[in-house]
Structure formats: structure tokens, C-alpha cells
């Protein structure tokens, strides 16, 4: 660095230590924080210079506080900053391995057929673009005044520095703390997650000495007291400190007065130079140099000549062929000086000028057009506004669409005589609008006052009707519902929107279970109907519903046939939403199936969840996390998520979000054995609903108590009676339960003659939240209370099995020891052996018997066969933990600092140490290996001692990271030594267990391992 900036060397440090980070390969985030006027951006440019040094590429953008800012509008910076300043080759490869997704970050609606996963294609081809530069040479991007930032820059920011962390890719962001980090500050929500992998620097002012020093290198040497004033007065802002030294250092000046007296300088030596100002203050920060004197009505060589006198003052900058003030602050006096009826009619006539200008952002006109109202009429603002909330959402940005039609309403409400078609059409846009950025309980309020509003206007009220069905409203009762939808239907003409309503319709009958015929008939009606109107939005809807009411026990065969279409319909025609709800829907039904390739289907869901970034399917991905939490036995975890799901879903407003959370965590307890804990929350989450009568009895089954669960079965039939069948699992677990628990031999023929069809299946409860068992488990329970032994002992096998294969630890466990109390032992293919005796390890598998030296590759393959199907966390074999308390990476604390020097030989230690174990573990020498492992373990804890707070020592050395590398290395080698001795069990490892920062041993059949 070069020194230049006064008494800021500490930051000056922690900067240069960033850059020998990205140069070395590892990136990063800096965020830089304070007060307007410390030093930021100054800062922020001493690190661009420094970076452009040491040859790295350097591109900058900055965030506005101008409402009529487009979304994303620094990254637009940062993209075209790169294409000037990289070469053609760089920039021929990056954007021919980025694609074709990046028109938005160009200030451009995206060319590229819908898919439904702009947002996240977006954000990749940023990343690839960024790291395929960043394989030449090292990026740094810099982002100014983050609370200015919108949410979707927001967002970019966040994907970027989770997807670049170990590429050459720096950002340096700057942000008043003041603001971005207050509770009430919008953005906050999108900061937060940054700080937890930032290096954070926060300025203060400049002490007495910094003071001076800057006021003496602006020619002003003042006293001790007098310098001492204008620390009091300025608090140390280098900002405010400069201003006071061009008014000859006049300590006096408090803040607003030191720029009133720098304009007054101005005015007086400039004729026009107020009013050009003036002007340029309603223009924005940022603006075009001929715009000033247009908008003042002064003479353009007049207005030259005021500009470049504000130049010379240092108020005004020159960027990018533009002129900027040189601090908000000097603009935001500017502004707030000037009478409201003047504001008005300059933003009026601002409007009239940007208008002609093709160019300007959507955005920007509409922010100018509201500002000047009454000046320019309420009815073409209202149009520009809703116009840029069209722009915004073609940009996937709902937060900012959400915002200008807000304005729009405002301004409606204003009107004479308002337009309520108008009204109504903006209404119904801002609650889908709302949908998208989140918001739902608002959405489905704002949807409810259009519906009630609508009047005879059939076509208003058949899409306010779907978008209230859409969104769910849990303060209606379901009859309410099909009446509104039924309501609409007899105006409707054929077409696209009657078979959307017919469609709704029919699955509000299903899903309420009122005349369920009924509404597979209209599912069936608005099928043929969107498929004759060949429209793709209303045929997905329409399959959906088809899907719904053919959705209950043993149907999940033919709902994948469904999915398949509505699949590859909602891919073939950008439909995200229903992508995401078909993919959820393939996840419940191979759940039902007992289909391993679950994981894959839930994978999917996840990957275009992260794309579509739909709120309500981040709810169903948090809450369907953690039903596969608990079906893997991971229960601490699964009970984690259960509430980690329902904070998701109150933030969005999800309606059923607390009966799922009931469910679960009945289920977790249940699975526990802590059935005391599981009927309180069964008897407390949702006072009155009718299933707790359900989970009652099953609790008390569950505990034993005959009586009790046999005395609810009335109660649950009548309840299940008037349910949609998809919920037909509940009834049929708690058939066999009560069978199984009162031995009584009718119940038990009742139970075998509902659940032998669906033997092979497994009870998949709240839509995917729970899976209770496989359903041989069920039948076998039956079995062996009813006196059937033998039958049910092949159920439990067939149990056992069947969950092993899937790796569904708790039920695999249910099984064995019910087949253990029946004295029954399991078949399982010949017997194996995994034993280490001393240095020598005994393997037996398939008829074959070898003895093999010890190492620590085999020590990892022991725990995960001890495990089986389960998911073990890498960092757990690197240390030997696995069944202890589980080892997490460890984290920086705050402990005592060690001096640049000790850790930069730490850091040269540790480069070497890695290539010197990769060697050992490549030539088999484990014991080595381990040595130099524990000497790396050692120097991370001293280098995490030091660095203290923002997680800066997970760039040296990720110990999850870390962890994958190793651990994966050595059971390679070891599976690749043991096929050369011993061929089919190498043969088997390899295909069974999986590596990673979590590894697995995952066998297709059984094996009974002695260990």
C-alpha cells in the first residue's frame, strides 16, 4: 500500500493482507464501514490501487440512494467496467463460459427463453465469468454504500462470495454502518449473512494528529487549540476536516454549516452557480453533464462554466463521462434548501428530458415522475411507475416492482376521480409482486381486497379469485373458498382462465375433501380445456389438480406419470413455480415408493429452489430437510430444522406452517421414546384441531396404554371420514397400531386387509413432512400381536431391508430388535469381517479371507461400515470422532494476536505442509501423513487464535475442506490397495461407500459386518 491515506494504517494492513490472499489464490470479502465522510471510498480506492499493482483487474460499482435507480445497478457498473479494461481474449472466454444469462447485468431484459431459473442462471454466469477472468489474474470488484444497495444487488453479493470463496475474486464493500446495520434498514437481512464470512474494517474519525496533519497537507497550520476545535466540531471526518480547511480553517463551522459556507464561496465567485447546482441536486448523485443547465433554463456554456467551477471547489466530480458530487452530503443540502414547488417543477421537467433520451432506466422516469406530482400529472406518473414495476419484474426484482406500485397506488388514491379498473389491475399485480419478494400474508390481504372490491367485473374477479386460492387463507373455512370459485365460473368464457378456475376449483373440493368426485371432474374438465386452448400456464395448473385428486395410498406410480408431464411442460416453457411443485411432489411420491433416489429427487428440488428463490418453496425445502433428517436417525439435528422450518415459514407467512411444525416435532419426540413431551406438543401447537385426537392415540399407543388408543379410534375414522385421502397413511398406521397394541383379532383383519395391498410402500405423512415406517413394519406389528410369527418375522426382514436401503436408521432399528424380541435372526448374505488386531487388520467378505497392514484409510472404512446408510461427517474420520460428541470445523475466537511475521511464516508452514502430506498419502505413508496432519492441526489453532472475529481463518485452511480432501484420499487408496488382495471386496467398497465433506457407506443388499 502506498501510505498516502492519514491514520489509516491499521486498515491499510488488513487490506494488504487480503490482496496477498487473492494473489495467492484464495478470495474473499471486505467490508468497510462508517460514518458518511470517514474515508470509505478512499480507502476502498487506495485498496483498488494496490490491487491494480500487483496486476490484478479491478472493476468498480456503486449504489445509489436515487429511488429511480435500476435493480442491480452495480453489478451493471461492474460488467461493463470489465468489458473495457479486459483484454479480448479474457473477455471472449469468460462470456463464452458464462452463456447467455447475463443481459440483466448489462441493464438489459433477458433475451433468453424463460425457464424459471433466471435468477439463479444469472447469478452462476456472474460467478463463471468472474472466476474464468480470475484464472488469468487476480479480480477485485469494488462495491460503494451498501445501504443504498437494492435487494437483488443484495443478493448477487451474497451468491458471490458463497460460490468464489476459494477463486482469486476479492470484493471490497463499503457501508454506513449507522444505517445498513439498523434493525429498521431493509437491507440488514441481506447483511447479516455477509458479516459471518467478511473481514470487517469499521473507520472512526481521525485523532488530534490526523487532524493536523490533514488540515496541514490542505496548507492550513493551525494551534493546538484551534486544531482541537475542529476535532470537537467535525469529530475527526477527513471529509469535514477538508471542507473546514477551505474555509481557511474556520474551527466555528459545524457540519451542515461548513458545505453552506463552501456553496456560498461558490456563489459569489460564479454567476448561475446556485441554480446549476440546484438542478444537478433534483438530477441525482450521478448525472449528465448537459442535464444541470437544461433543467435550470441557463445557457449551456453558462452551465459549463458553473459545473467546472464546482469541479475545481472539489464538489463536483468527473465519472465516467459523467459528472458526480463529491459527497452525498453536499447533494442532499442542496436538495433539502430548495422549495417544494421548485423540486416539483424541476422533477417535472426532468421527466420531459430523460423521456426523450432512450436510454434511461424505466426506473429512473418513474422515480423523477413521482417526486413531481402535482406538477406533472398524477395519471402519467401512476403510467411510468407501473411501467418500471414492469421492468423490475422482467428483472426478477419483485422488491423494487413492489415498491413503484406502491407509489402508483399512492398517487390513484390522489386522483379526482379514481379509476377503480386501474386500481384493481395495480392491486392485483402488487400481491403477486408481494408473493415474489416474500411477503405472503400481505399478498393474500392485498388479493382479499381486490376479490372484495371486484364487483360484477367477472374476468377481475376470476383472477383475484386464483390469486387468493395461490396463496391460501388460512382465515377462511375451505366451503368459503369453492363458493368464491364457483362464483366466477358462469360468466367465464371457454379459454385459458376458465380452465385456471376450474382447475382451482377442483382442487380446493379435493384438498378440503368435500364431494372429492366432484372435483376430479373438474381437474378432468380443465385438463381438456387448457389442452384445446393449447395455453402451457393453464394446462400445468390443470395437471396439478388432476395430480391432487388422484393422490392417496398406493398412487404413486401413476402421480409420476402426471409429474413426468407436468415436468417436462413447466421446463419447456419457463413455468417456475410449477417446476418446483412438480419436483416436490416426485420427492413425496418415491418417499411413498421407498425409492433410495429420493435423496436425488429432493436434490432437485433444492437446486431449483436456490434458483427460483420462491419463498414458499424455501418453506417446503426447510421443512422437507428436516423430515429427511429424522427418516436418517439424525433427530438433534431433524429437531433443529423442524423449528428452523417455522421461523422460515412465519417470515413468509406460510399458512400451514405450524401444523407441519406440529407433526414434526411429535414425530421427533416419538422417535425419541419421550412420548410425554410428543402429547404436549400434540395437544398445545394447534389448540382444538381436529388431528389431535390422532396423534393422541398414537402416543398412547405407542406407550402401551390399550385402552386409550382404542377409545380415540371412532373419533380418528369420523376425522379421517371428512379428510382428503391423501392423508389416508394416518388412518392405516393407526389401524395397525390399535390392532397391534389390543391383540384384537378383528381390528387386526381389518388393519391386514387395508395395508397388504401397500406392502411394499412406506406411511408418508403431511405431504412429505413425516415418514412413519415402512408399511411391512405395520403389517408385521399386526401379525405378531394377532399370534402370526412366522408372517411376521418375513415382514420385519422385509422391513429391515427395506430400510437399510435406504438408510433409514431409526426404522432399521425398530425392525431388528422386534425381530430380536421374536428370537428371529435376519438372513443376510455370508458372514463378514472388518477387524484390526494390533497393526493388522483381518478382512473377510465373499468367501475370502485376507490379513492387510493397518492404516488409516481402513479406520475410516470401519466407522462408516459401522454406520451404515448413514451420513458421517469427514471432519469426525480425520480425527477419530465418529460416535463421540460430534466435531464440528472449528471457528476463530478472540484470543491474543501473534505479530505479522510469525504468521506469515505460519502460513508458509502450512503451504508447504500440504504438499508434503499430499505426497505422503500419494506414496502410503499413513504414519507420516498423520504427523504432519497433527503439526497442520497445531499451527491452524495458533492462526485462529489470531485472527480473532469474521471467520478470516477459514480462507487459510477450511478444516471441512480440509477434511474431504484427506479423508477422501485415503479410503481411495485404501479401496484401491484392497482390490489388488482381495478383488471383490475392493469392488464392493468402491461402489458402496461415497466420499465427500459428509461420507457413507451405502451397500444395495445387507451385509452383517463383524468389526
Known sequence: ?????????????????????????????????????????????????????????????????????????????????????????????????????????????????????????????????????????????????LQHADPASMQVLDFLTRHAWFEPVLVVATYRDTELEAAAHPGRKHLLPLLARATQLRLTGLDHDGVRELLARAGRDLDHAAVAEVVRRTGGNPFFVEQTALLDGAPSAGVRDVVERRLEVLAAATPHAADVLAAAAVAGHAFDPDVPGLLAGIAAATADAALAAAEAAALIVRRDGRRAFAHDIVREHLYARLPAGRRRDLHAALVGILRRRPTTPPATLARHARLAVPALPAAEAVSLLVAAAEAAAARLAAEEAVRHLHDALTLIDRFDSPDPHLQAQVRLELAAQLDGAGEITTARETALGVLAAAGDRTELRARAALQVHRLGNPGRPGHDEIEMLDAVLPGLPDGPLRARVLAAAGMARIHQAVDGAAGVDLARRAVELARASDDPDALGWALLAQHDGRWEPGTAAERLELLDELSALARNHGLRELDGLAALLRFVALLERGDPAVQDAFAAFRALTDRTRLPRHRYLVASRSACLAMLTGDLDRAADLVDDARDVGARFGEADRM?????????????????????EVARTAVPGHPFTALLEGLTAAATGDADRALSRLDDVERLMSAVPRRFGWMHLVYLCEVAAVTGDPALGERARSAVAPLRD???????????????????????????????????????????????????????????????????????????????????????????????????????????????????????????????????????????????????LRLSTLDAEIDDALGRGDDQRAARLDAERDALLDELRKAAGLAGRTRRLGDERERARQTVTARVRDSIRRLRGVHPELGTHLAEAVRTGITCSYRPTEPVSWQL
Open 659 to 679: 401444523l407441519v411444525w406440529r407433526d414434526q416435532k411429535w414425530a421427533v419426540h416419538s422417535l425419541r421414546g419421550d412420548h410425554e413431551t410428543a402429547l
Open 1 to 145: 500500500m502506498s501510505g498516502e491515506l492519514i491514520g489509516r494504517s491499521h486498515g491499510l494492513a488488513v487490506a494488504e493482507d487480503e490482496l496477498v490472499r487473492v494473489t495467492a489464490g484464495r478470495g474473499g470479502l471486505l467490508l468497510i464501514s462508517g460514518e458518511a465522510g470517514i474515508g470509505k471510498s478512499a480507502l476502498a480506492a487506495e485498496v483498488g490501487a494496490a490491487a491494480l499493482r500487483r496486476g490484478a483487474l479491478v472493476a468498480a460499482g456503486a449504489c445509489t440512494d436515487t429511488e429511480g435507480t435500476p435493480g442491480r445497478w452495480p453489478w451493471v457498473q461492474v460488467m461493463r467496467r470489465l468489458a473495457r479494461i479486459a483484454d479480448s481474449d479474457e473477455w471472449v472466454a469468460a462470456t463464452g463460459a458464462a452463456g447467455d444469462a447475463l443481459d440483466p447485468l448489462l441493464g438489459e431484459p433477458s433475451t433468453v427463453p424463460s425457464r424459471g431459473d433466471e435468477s439463479f442462471r444469472l447469478h452462476d454466469a456472474l460467478v463463471t465469468l468472474l472466476v474464468t477472468v480470475a484464472a488469468r489474474r487476480p479480480v477485485v470488484v469494488v462495491l460503494e454504500d
Open 761 to 907: 410402500a412406506w406411511a408418508v405423512l403431511s405431504g412429505g413432512g413425516v415418514v412413519w415406517g415402512p408399511a411391512a413394519y405395520w403389517l408385521a406389528r399386526v401379525d405378531a400381536a394377532t399370534g402370526r410369527r412366522a408372517e411376521a418375522v418375513d415382514g420385519y426382514t422385509a422391513a429391515l431391508r427395506a430400510a437399510r436401503r435406504w438408510g433409514a436408521q431409526p426404522w432399521a432399528q425398530r425392525a431388528q430388535d422386534a425381530l430380536t424380541a421374536l428370537d428371529a435372526g435376519e438372513p443376510t448374505r455370508a458372514a463378514a469381517q472388518f477387524r484390526r488386531s494390533a497393526e493388522v487388520w483381518t478382512l473377510a467378505f465373499a468367501d475370502r479371507t485376507v490379513h492387510v497392514p493397518d492404516a488409516k484409510g481402513l479406520r475410516d472404512l470401519a466407522a462408516l461400515l459401522a454406520a451404515p446408510h448413514s451420513d458421517v461427517p469427514a471432519v469426525d474420520l480425520l480425527h477419530g470422532s465418529v460416535g463421540a460428541s460430534a466435531r464440528r470445523p472449528r471457528t476463530s475466537g478472540a484470543d491474543p494476536i501473534i505479530d505479522e511475521t510469525a504468521r506469515e511464516a505460519y502460513r
